[in-house]
């Protein structure tokens, strides 16, 4: 672990000098005041502000997901055994989750397991210089996810076309609404727009003019 000493007119410049100088945001500033700094009299004696940041290496991914995890779990009071992998070229962690009790981590279309993924995103970020996509999956539930939502996609676009009118989805997240447009991008008799505020944003379907 290295420290580094920046310097500013009060504890709030040298932290800004630091951040500049570091490249990262305040949050992720680790210090330590060594001198809170004066004004002096008429300007006479006036002394900086002196910090001593901490800069440290960046964490394994795997173990700081690994660790923040277990602690959930250990929560929860549910096991799981966890498989990894980390592809260092585009630096994604890959999370499997397996266990008895599956579908509590996975919950109503899959909020519960994306929450989990964003919270241990940013966890794995938190003090890291580089960033690290986690993904994190069980039973292969975003494949099969992934599947219903284009069935669904292909189904409603048929309707939308033997009605002649438009179809209006559910509330889906980002990544969700991303596959129903994605499944009909490339049909030429619909088309597909979303609408609404999130969380209740939602896709429409409806027929080319």
Known sequence: ME???FTGKTVADALT???????????????????????????????DAVIKVVISADEDPKEVATEFLNGV??????????SMDYQ????????DLAG???????????????SLQYLTNLAVNRSSENYTRVKIDTEDYRR???????????????KVKRTKKAVT????????????HSALQNDNNVTTHSEGEE??????????K
Do not use: C, H, W
Request: charged fraction near 25%; avoid cysteine; glycine fraction near 8%.
């Open 3 to 5: 420290f580094k000493e």
């Open 17 to 47: 000098n630091a951040t500049v100088s570091l490249g990262i945001t305040s949050d992720q500033v680790k210090y330590e005041i060594l001198e809170e700094g004066s004004n002096g009299f008429l300007g006479i004696g006036s002394k």
């Open 73 to 82: 779990f250990n929560a929860m009071q549910l096991e799981v055994n966890l």
């Open 88 to 95: 260092e070229a585009d630096k994604t962690l890959s999370i």
């Open 100 to 114: 008895p009790e599956m579908g509590i981590l996975i919950g109503k279309r899959g909020q519960t397991l994306d």
């Open 144 to 158: 099969r996810r992934k599947e219903t939502l284009e069935n669904l996609a292909r189904n409603m676009a048929s």
């Open 169 to 180: 989805l559910e509330a889906m997240n980002p990544y969700e609404r991303r596959i129903i």
């Open 199 to 208: 969380p209740y944003r939602y896709v429409v379907i409806t027929l080319k």
